[in-house]
């Protein structure tokens, strides 16, 4: 029964009296009398349509009735929503409480004149309340609709979290829409470790007229202003800052140019087991597409004897990571500063393991060149990131630090520091015997390894 809990439907229509040889023929200037109720659950309903991550929920009803002359009859209809629940598994949207009507009256579907009338109205389980009213022309299908946010909040996720409040609205056309909308976020939490992981990267490539063709294709205008007053914070990997700002879209609904900036209210990250502080925090977007906004984040730190900035600079899509100091000093005799108070070439062995260790950590902020530097700085021959298999259990890895050089063409000495849980210290000792084969030990507080290598290169 497709979710449907009850249906009543009746129709009289007016036929002409049958003649002699005649069949009877319905009445067009006759009056006509017809209804159609349905009752039903939208759960199952929601069925029918291609729905993947989306489920619906709630008591839908539907009752449409003609009348007057059967050449021009008049519609009156109602489709009503009570009780209802719309959740988004994927996006992590959840609204309750939904009510929704939709109905039009006196509806001449010859003339295709009438009104239709549109209500709607959710909540977010807590506090929070969306509403929206409005009607639409059928000879023009105009619409005219707005509507209001009241402390929303209708987000569940790990990452992300806004309490949103507003108002917006629709006018135009279903084909060519305009949307306005002004919007604040009261309070919104990002949660940079919690935040979906990459994927592979799709290259665009540039075509001329297919540009101008997406252009000319542009559905819709939108104008928009975002409010973020304070208290938009984000947090993750040492970086907890609160940020405020204005940000506004305008131009076509599916290409539209953002601009406005966001200014860091304070920061703080910790990093390299230093807590740095924000003396400078802008992100600015320019207005052009794909949006991509402008990062200008510094991040202080008050040695002893230097002052060390670290300068998220460029863009969110290719940030870049600078390390610079006052008095002005290579990198890694910042590093060397603000760690030990000391420069790099007076450093003992477990001290220039403990700034490798710390390079490594910026080189996950910004790029591997990071290591390659430090390497020539320290003189060593190799300073490497390991990732290896922990013998038991497959989907457990440990990372660790590796930095050492070679005493002899075919003897290697080198150390390796764990990284993130993985704390353990240990010597790395390798002998090549012959082309392609050697030796390989390890001692750790924890265990001891050896085994021989083998490898050809193709």
């Not at 050449?71 to 959740?87: E, H, K, S, T, Y």
């Not at 976020?185 to 297919?210: C, H, V």
């Not at 030990?340 to 070439?345: D, L, T």
């Not at 392609?436 to 265990?447: D, E, P, W």
């Amino acid at each position: 029964n497709y979710g449907i809990s009850s249906a009543d439907i009746h129709a009289s229509i007016p036929f002409t009296a049958p003649g002699a040889g005649k069949m009877s023929l319905p009445d067009m200037d006759g009056n006509i009398a017809a209804r159609i109720a349905l009752k039903g659950q939208l759960e199952h309903i929601s069925k029918l349509l291609p729905l993947s991550d989306q489920k619906l929920a709630g008591a839908v009803s539907a009752d449409i009735s003609a009348s007057g002359r059967l050449a021009a009859p008049v519609i009156d209809a109602a489709v009503q929503l009570a009780d209802g629940r719309f959740v988004d598994v994927a996006q992590g949207v959840q609204l309750s409480g939904i009510t929704f009507g939709c109905s039009a009256r006196q509806v001449d579907p010859v003339r295709q004149s009438g009104k239709i009338l549109i209500d709607f109205g959710a909540n977010d389980g807590r506090k929070g309340s969306i509403g929206m009213h409005g009607n639409a022309d059928l000879a023009t299908m105009v619409f005219d609709v707005n509507g209001k946010i009241d402390s929303l909040a209708p987000l569940r996720r790990q990452d992300i979290n806004l309490l949103l409040s507003g108002s917006f609205g629709l006018k135009g056309p279903l084909t060519d829409p305009a949307v306005h909308a002004d919007i604040v976020i009261d309070k919104g939490r990002i949660e940079l470790a919690n935040l979906p992981g990459g994927s592979i990267t799709e290259l665009e490539i540039y075509q001329p007229e297919q540009e101008k063709k997406k252009q000319e294709d542009s559905f819709g205008t939108i104008d928009a202003h975002v409010r973020i007053p304070n208290q938009l914070f984000i947090q993750g990997y040492g970086l907890d800052c609160e940020w405020k700002g204005d940000v506004y879209a305008k131009g076509a609904l599916t290409r539209p140019s953002v601009t406005g900036s966001l200014e860091a209210v304070r920061g703080t990250l910790d990093i390299i087991g230093k807590n740095f502080k924000l003396a400078e925090g802008k992100i600015s977007f320019d207005g052009g597409w794909p949006v991509s906004p402008l990062l200008n984040i510094d991040m202080e730190y008050q040695a002893s004897n230097v002052t060390a900035d670290i300068i998220i600079g460029g863009t969110a899509s290719n940030p870049k990571l600078n390390l610079t100091s006052k008095p002005v000093l290579p990198r890694d005799e910042i590093l060397a500063q603000v760690l030990f108070g000391q420069s790099s070439g007076s450093l003992s062995h477990v001290q220039a393991l403990q700034l490798a260790s710390a390079v490594a950590t910026l080189a996950g902020f910004g790029g591997a060149d990071v290591l390659g530097q430090t390497r020539k700085a320290l003189g060593i021959d190799v300073l490497k990131l390991n990732s290896d298999n922990d013998g038991k259990d497959s989907d457990v890895s440990r990372t660790t630090l590796e930095m050492g050089t070679y005493i002899h063409d075919n003897v290697y000495v080198g150390m390796e520091q764990g990284v993130g849980k993985s704390n353990d210290t240990g010597a790395v000792v390798e002998i090549e015997l012959l082309p392609g084969v050697g030796v390989q030990a390890k001692t750790f507080s924890t265990k001891s390894e050896f085994g021989i290598k083998w490898k050809k290169n193709y």
